[in-house]
Each structure stands twice: as structure tokens, then as C-alpha cells.
């Protein structure tokens, strides 16, 4: 059972959002014709249309830095106003330096700490609550929290079975430290956040090679391990599972309860999933928020993008209680109720 964090009386705000989708669509017709696969079945099992995939020579700290100054501008602060930049990926530009410190050089916040944090899908909320522990501990004011992807570096493009699912993107959110007694009114208002972990699980949604523990070799490269592997049914059961788990303990936390909830962003990997979410919270499609038809799974970049495209489109308005929801690969999983 993840532990519950404390409720700070300085809390974090998000003051801006921004995102960035690389323009190449592949529509799952074009995939029809790399794998044995159809329109029919990507779509009845997954929800999922279309995905994009960034340029070649496109890294991921690219597609963050962009989403990232989206997100400065929206927020209305310069690149010297940061002093912190946490960038959740798996799919890093090399194994060091961290991709934030790549986002740092390109944006030109020259005042922030800059790090990378790993927990697959999950890796924006932690991000998240991560920043949040130094803003509400006083030690920094003003953040860049980016989930970011090229996860077309990982993908098997000969597996039928993954191949389908995933997607390149980023998108950001700039915080801000928010005082209950100077800023009541604050928006976007970071209310409550939960983690979990099962590690004993790592082996159902992996990467197996390229890392220290398989390292390429001109032996095993023909193999493959340096893309994703997935036991699908299992990730879905227990996806459904800790997603609810978390989003009620969230809402506990925050002192609310499904019925308050204006708008869950759910982590975007499969229309099932969250249609199964959904109905356990009782939450009609219209309070459901789903992009995955446009983008497939993005990894750590869903909820961001996932929040500013709702936001851009007027779907949250002040005073909204927001539930961010995200599980993935570890495992891991994570979620944030937010008072916009
Ligand atoms: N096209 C056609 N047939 C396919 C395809 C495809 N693209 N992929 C698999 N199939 C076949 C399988 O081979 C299987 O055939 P068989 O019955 O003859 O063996 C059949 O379809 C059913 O396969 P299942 O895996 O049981 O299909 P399922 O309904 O479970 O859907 C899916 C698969 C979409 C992967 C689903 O299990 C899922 O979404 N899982 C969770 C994914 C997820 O949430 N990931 C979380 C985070 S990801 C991250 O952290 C990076």
C-alpha cells in the first residue's frame, strides 16, 4: 500500500501547460501494411487511430524544450524564472547527461537543476510530486516538469503486439510555490498526490537490453532486447486495478470524493482501461478526458499533453477538481487531484 504523502501548508500551483506533438502521423492503416494487423482490431482493442513520430534527427529533449517553452509562455515566466527542471522519460537522448540538462541548454535556463526521473507511464506524476517536495519544503519556487517521449527508439516495429500501442510526444507544466494565505485563490493547485511501486513485477513490461544488465552485442542485437516487451493482459488487469486504488486514495486525501470530480485525465494507453476506471468511479464519458485516439500511448508525455490540449479547448475552468491517473511499467503508478 503506497504511503500517503502529508498536505503542506504552502501547496504547488500550476501556473502554465504546453505541449508538443511531432507532425508525422501513422495511421493504423499504415501499420496494417509493416505488421499482420488492421484498423479493426487497433481500434476495438485500444481506441487508438493514429500516432505521431518524431523526425530522425528529432530527440526527445527537442519535442520537452518545446513543450517547454509552450508551457513558459502560457505560464507567463522566462527561462531564467526556473529553477528547477525534472524531465520524466524512458526514452532519454543518451544514457548521460540527463535529458533535463539537454532541455536546460536548449531553453536557456541557465538558474535550474536539472534532472531525469524513470518510472515508464507513471514518470510525470512522480516528476511531479517531486518537484511539489521542493517547492512545499521551500527549497526552490518555480519548476519545469516535462514528460517527454520518443518511444518510437523502442519500438519493435516487426511485434504486432506493441508496435501498435505507442507514440512520440512531450508536454510540460510550469509550478509555482502558492501560499494558502497570500494566493486562496490560487489555480491549479496541486491538492493531493500517491505513488505506489511493485517491483517484484519488472519483468511484465520491460526493456531488456541496452542497459548495463544485457548490454548490445553484435550477438544479441538480432534479438531485439533493446525494445519494449509487454505481457498485455496482465499490464492491463493490474493497470485497472492500481489506477482505481490510487485515484480513491488521491481523492481521500484531498478530503473529496468521485462525485466532486469535474475531469479525470487518465495516463493514455488503452480506451478499455479507462472505460474501466471510469465506471468503478461512476464517472460519465463527458467528465472522461481521451486523446489516445490522436496520439496512442505516449508514455510519461500523456497526462501533460493530455492537460494542456483540455485546458486549450476550454474544458476546465476555475474552481474544476482535476484527477490525474497514471500507471505503467516497474510497476508504477501514481495519482493527483488538482483545484484549478
Ligand atoms: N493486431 C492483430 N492481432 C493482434 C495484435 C494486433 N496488433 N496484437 C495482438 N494480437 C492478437 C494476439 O496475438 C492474440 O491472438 P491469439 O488469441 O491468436 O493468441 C489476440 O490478438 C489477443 O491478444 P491479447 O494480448 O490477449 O489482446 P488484448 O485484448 O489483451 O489486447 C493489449 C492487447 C491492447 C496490449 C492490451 O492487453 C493492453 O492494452 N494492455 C495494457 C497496456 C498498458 O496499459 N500498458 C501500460 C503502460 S505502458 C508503459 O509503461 C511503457
Known amino acids: 500500500m503506497p504511503t500517503p504523502s502529508t498536505q503542506p501548508f504552502c501547496a504547488s500551483s500550476i501556473i502554465g501547460t504546453g505541449s508538443y506533438m511531432p507532425a508525422k502521423v501513422l495511421t493504423n492503416e499504415d501499420l496494417s501494411k509493416l505488421v499482420d494487423t488492421s484498423d479493426e482490431w487497433i481500434t476495438s482493442r485500444t481506441g487508438i487511430k493514429e500516432r505521431r513520430i518524431a523526425a530522425p534527427d528529432e530527440a526527445t529533449s527537442d519535442m520537452a524544450s518545446e513543450a517547454a517553452r509552450r508551457a513558459m509562455t502560457d505560464a507567463g515566466v522566462k527561462p531564467e524564472d526556473i529553477q528547477l527542471i525534472i524531465v520524466a522519460t524512458v526514452t532519454p537522448d543518451m544514457a548521460f547527461p540527463s535529458t533535463a540538462c539537454f532541455v536546460q541548454k536548449k531553453i536557456g535556463a541557465s538558474n535550474a ?12 506524476l512522480y516528476a511531479l510530486q517531486v518537484a511539489r517536495h521542493f517547492i512545499n519544503t521551500g527549497n526552490r519556487t518555480t519548476a519545469l516538469v516535462i514528460g517527454a517521449e520518443k518511444l518510437s527508439s523502442l519500438v519493435n516495429w516487426q511485434d504486432r503486439n506493441t508496435c501498435v500501442l505507442f507514440g512520440d510526444g512531450a508536454g510540460a507544466v510550469v509550478i509555482r510555490k502558492a501560499c494558502e494565505e497570500e494566493e486562496p485563490n490560487a489555480q491549479g493547485r496541486v491538492l493531493s498526490t500517491v505513488m ?10 520491460k526493456v531488456p537490453g541496452g542497459g548495463s544488465a544485457c548490454p548490445l552485442t553484435p550477438e544479441n542485437i538480432t534479438s531485439r532486447p533493446n525494445t519494449i516487451h509487454m505481457e498485455g493482459r496482465e499490464t492491463f488487469k493490474h493497470a485497472v486495478t492500481r489506477m482505481l486504488e490510487a485515484s480513491q486514495q488521491a481523492l481521500e486525501m484531498a478530503g473529496l470524493t468521485a462525485a466532486d470530480v469535474s475531469l479525470v485525465i487518465p495516463h493514455q494507453a488503452n480506451a478499455r482501461i479507462i472505460s474501466a476506471i471510469a465506471e468503478r468511479l461512476a464517472l460519465p464519458n463527458e467528465k472522461v478526458f481521451m486523446n489516445l485516439d490522436k496520439y496512442g500511448n505516449t508514455s510519461a508525455a500523456t497526462i501533460p499533453v493530455a492537460l494542456d490540449e483540455a485546458r486549450r479547448s476550454g474544458l476546465i475552468k476555475k474552481g474544476d477538481v482535476i484527477l490525474l491517473v497514471a500507471f505503467g511499467g516497474g510497476f508504477t503508478w501514481a495519482s493527483s487531484v488538482v483545484r484549478w
Not at 505506489?196 to 513490461?205: C, P
Open 113 to 124: 537543476v536539472c534532472f531525469d526521473v524513470s518510472a515508464a507511464c507513471s514518470g510525470f
Open 196 to 205: 505506489g511501486s511493485d517491483g517484484n513485477l519488472v519483468d511484465l513490461l
